[in-house]
């Protein structure tokens, strides 16, 4: 079994200080969340920027002085930017983060029902757009799949030349709107996947621990953070991304499950270098 690849979601575009006052929002404050969970045992950070107030910006010039910053402090590790942004942005909009040409970013593999009138809008072209943006300048794409249909829409561009192989995803489980956190779901998202694809799994909210437990076991790569979850466990608040990397880390150490270094994760996922 490949060594275990840890993502922290360090600060995502929905949640905010009210949900948990330790969530990020200044450059120091994302570069801090970054160093602690690299040093807990991160290899990639998943990133979102916000303004100082906390409003969620795709801006490159963001992107660029987080990036920068978050460089500084762990320079080896792999920055991956979303390119989901917030509900509500244009395809536009969300592709700025791109012309840094990081070695990863995020693909999302369909429109989602959020809830309320929130609907993530991912048309097939725009996917097809993304990711065409994405080969040109070598960033290997995480295909996010919030339910069974979006894999089938990954494999199905993949085999039109669009998404280029192994295909890489991370099952995104139990977000409003799509599929539940279940033990079944995931075993059902995971045997639709390609042998020859890499897969993290994100369970969102409660179910966060089972479904990343299920990923160390299966031979899946795991994603926490405050993006995800702002509990430590049922009523205690996250300290820290950190906190919950380091918690990962000793399960998967209970498994006999190594962590992937920075370098051990580029070759895990086949990244350009
Ligand atoms: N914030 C969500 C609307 C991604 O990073 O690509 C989209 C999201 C997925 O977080
Ligand atoms: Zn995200």
Request: proline share 5%; with cysteine; aromatic share 4%.
């Amino acid at each position: 079994m490949d060594k275990l690849i840890i993502t922290a979601a360090v600060c995502g575009a929905e949640v905010t200080k009210k949900h948990n006052p330790a969530v990020p929002y200044t450059i120091e404050e994302l570069a801090r969340e970054a160093e602690g969970a690299y040093k807990a045992g991160a290899s990639i950070i998943h990133l979102h920027v916000r303004e100082d107030d906390g409003t969620p910006t795709q801006s490159a010039k963001r992107f660029k002085a987080a990036i920068e910053a978050i460089m500084t402090k762990c320079p080896d590790v792999i920055i991956q930017p979303s390119t989901g942004g917030a509900v509500g942005m244009t395809a536009d909009e969300r592709l700025q983060p791109l012309a840094l040409s990081p070695e990863m970013a995020t693909l999302d593999c369909g429109t989602l029902n959020f809830g309320g009138d929130d609907i993530f809008v991912n048309t097939e072209n725009m996917i097809i757009e993304f990711v065409s943006r994405m080969n040109k300048l070598k960033i290997k794409p995480e295909c996010e799949v919030f339910d069974k249909s979006m894999i089938d829409t990954a494999l199905r561009l993949s085999a039109k030349g669009h998404i280029p192989s192994p295909l890489h995803f991370n099952l995104v489980m139990g977000v409003n709107g799509g599929i539940s956190g279940t033990p079944r779901d995931l075993l059902f998202m995971r045997g639709s996947l390609p042998p020859d694809a890499t897969f993290t799994v994100s369970g969102v909210g409660k179910c966060q621990l089972d479904m990343a437990v299920m990923a160390i076991i299966m031979g899946g790569h795991v994603r926490v953070g405050f993006e995800d979850n702002v509990y430590l466990k049922k009523g205690i608040l996250l300290k820290s991304n950190a906190e919950i990397v380091k918690k990962i880390a000793r399960i998967a150490g209970e498994f006999n499950r190594e962590i992937a270094t920075p370098d051990e994760a580029r070759s895990i996922l086949k990244l350009a270098v």
